[in-house]
């Protein structure tokens, strides 16, 4: 079910992109998960969440990318959305059974589906903020944490929704509330990357760990310090999709000063000088690649 406008619902939330500046993979646990250190951050453009009150749950969709969404909240690949509305009604109702009442969600999906920017996990984050709000919820941040997390190791960090570091399989956050705000453009070539694949495809599970630096006060020390870090998952990724390093290529053709992957793709970022510089980048490869899903804006942080 589809619908357009969700500006008349009682509250929205922003789903923001959120962007792996460097991911490194230094270990794998026993249970399989691997072991991730990350330097995180997020735009100020992304998915969009409606919530209100209803007569019975209902879930509608609109947005570019709508039409490949999941509908239903199954165990395996369904939607986040609806997930993480059933894990917090299911919190809240062990201690008051007529909480968390009916809700109308909406998802405006402007975001590209499996493409190494967080989609799902932000409108995950979105969703359990929003309702707590819409509920009146009163929930302790360690437990809106663990659901977060039962969820997926992403969502814990879009719930920061700020620069982080994020350690382990993602759970482990320290947030960084000095990282400056940078002009950005993200290109996606609109193919999809399989997460599990690109990880199986990894040659090496133990990399050096990334080292942050220590007293890096503008955004000229930070991008210093990014350029020395890297993503282990970008040369798997492009061993499936080629096309990876041809949206690379284009971006520092254009003239980013610092290009990459984000998480396991197939979204590749350009960091820029200036927001003007970002929006010409987007426009030219816009009208060079039709195909290509290209966006000019801003990361947060300081200085936004």
């Not at 500046?21 to 230094?26: G, S």
């Not at 809240?92 to 109308?104: C, D, F, K, Q």
């Amino acid at each position: 079910m589809s619908e357009g406008d969700i500006a008349g619902f009682a509250l929205t939330r922003v789903a923001p992109a959120k962007i792996n500046l460097a991911l490194h993979v230094v270990g794998q646990r026993a249970d399989g998960h691997h072991l991730l250190e990350s330097l995180v951050t997020f735009a100020d453009r992304g998915d969009r969440v409606g919530f209100s009150p209803a007569d019975a749950d209902r879930f509608t969709v609109s947005g570019p990318f709508s039409t490949e969404l999941p509908m239903d909240a199954g165990v395996q690949g369904g939607n986040l959305v609806l997930k993480a509305r059933d894990l917090l009604r299911h919190e809240l109702r062990t201690l008051n059974p007529r909480a968390a009442g009916p809700v109308h969600l909406h998802l405006e999906k402007n975001l590209p589906l499996a493409s190494g920017i967080g989609g799902g996990s932000a409108d995950a984050a979105a969703t359990l903020l929003g309702l707590v709000d819409l509920w009146d919820a009163r929930i302790e941040p360690s437990r809106l944490g663990a659901i977060a997390l039962r969820l997926g190791a992403d969502v814990p960090m879009c719930l920061a929704g700020m620069p982080l570091l994020a350690k382990g399989i993602g759970e482990d956050i320290a947030p960084l509330e000095d990282f400056p705000a940078l002009p950005i453009v993200l290109v996606n070539p609109l193919v999809a990357v399989s997460t599990p694949v690109v990880f199986r495809t990894l040659a090496n599970k133990t990399n050096p760990a990334l080292v942050a630096p220590v007293h890096a006060d503008s955004a000229a020390e930070w991008m210093s310090a990014i350029a020395t870090m890297r993503n282990d998952l970008q040369p798997p990724a492009e061993g499936l999709e080629p096309v990876i390093g041809e949206v690379c290529q284009a971006l520092t053709q254009a003239g980013s000063a610092l290009t990459r992957m984000s998480g396991s793709g197939a979204t590749c970022f350009g960091l820029f000088d200036s927001d003007a510089a970002a929006a010409a980048t987007a426009r030219a490869l816009s009208d060079a690649h039709p195909g290509w899903y290209v966006l000019a804006c801003r990361t947060v942080g300081r200085g936004k």
